[in-house]
């Protein structure tokens, strides 16, 4: 029963892991998207998509940043 209860808290650090490898493609992915439409309906082709990929990056490491901080201060409570 114990080595069930470890393999379980083992996948819950590979999946909150894997959350926060996810985090930065996807806030650029989100970024590009949102910029590339604005681009195409008001004609500023390049310049929002370029804007919106910035921003999109800071947010995502931004966000990196904080979800490692947390995952770490959590893990050294453990």
Do not use: H
Not at 15 to 32: D, N, T
Not at 39 to 64: E, H, I, N, Q, Y
């Amino acid at each position: 029963m114990k080595e069930n209860n470890s393999s379980r808290v083992s996948f819950k650090k590979i999946a909150e892991l894997s959350s926060l490898g996810l985090m930065l493609p996807s806030s650029i992915a989100v970024g590009l998207f949102i910029g590339y439409q604005l681009d195409k309906l008001l004609g500023t082709r390049p310049w929002l998509l370029v804007l919106f990929f910035c921003l999109g990056a800071a947010s995502g490491f931004f966000s990196l940043i904080r979800g490692l901080k947390k995952y770490f201060d959590k893990d050294k409570d453990s």
